[in-house]
Nanobody
Framework: QVQLVESGGGLVQPGGSLRLSCAAS???????MGWYRQAPGKQRELVADISSGGWTNYADSVKGRFTISRDNAKNTMYLQMNSLKPEDTAVYFC???????????WGQGTQVTVSS
């Protein structure tokens, strides 16, 4: 019943943009949230996170290109991805890094493929 639903992924050309959404089934207010990605054969990595107050951090690989945001009233988090590169290709997930069980389980993720 408790779930996370990621959406907005797709196939884009290098240099293109996508906006991912993360819809949560319970309140995200007061919860530290983050976006992760996982490519085949690689570890799941945290690429961006945002505190309950809106403070943000980014992995060096995406800094300056991705923007994380949240709308607590809508229980939704976003990841704006610009200047996409082939190495950004992965399945993207959202969760609460400091409480991974808060939403019950990981969502299905949304596939992002960057290719010409």
């Amino acid at each position: 019943q408790v779930q996370l639903v990621e959406s907005g992924g797709g196939l884009v050309q290098p240099g293109g943009s996508l906006r991912l959404s993360c819809a949560a089934s319970r309140s995200i207010r007061g919860i530290y949230m983050g976006w992760y990605r996982q490519a085949p054969g690689k570890q799941r990595e945290l690429v961006a996170d945002i505190s309950s107050g809106g403070w943000t951090n980014y992995a060096d690989s995406v800094k300056g290109r991705f923007t994380i945001s949240r709308d607590n009233a809508k229980n939704t988090m976003y990841l704006q991805m610009n200047s996409l590169k082939p190495e950004d290709t992965a399945v993207y997930f959202c969760n609460a890094p400091q409480n991974l069980g808060y939403f019950g389980s990981w969502g299905q993720g949304t596939q992002v493929t960057v290719s010409s």
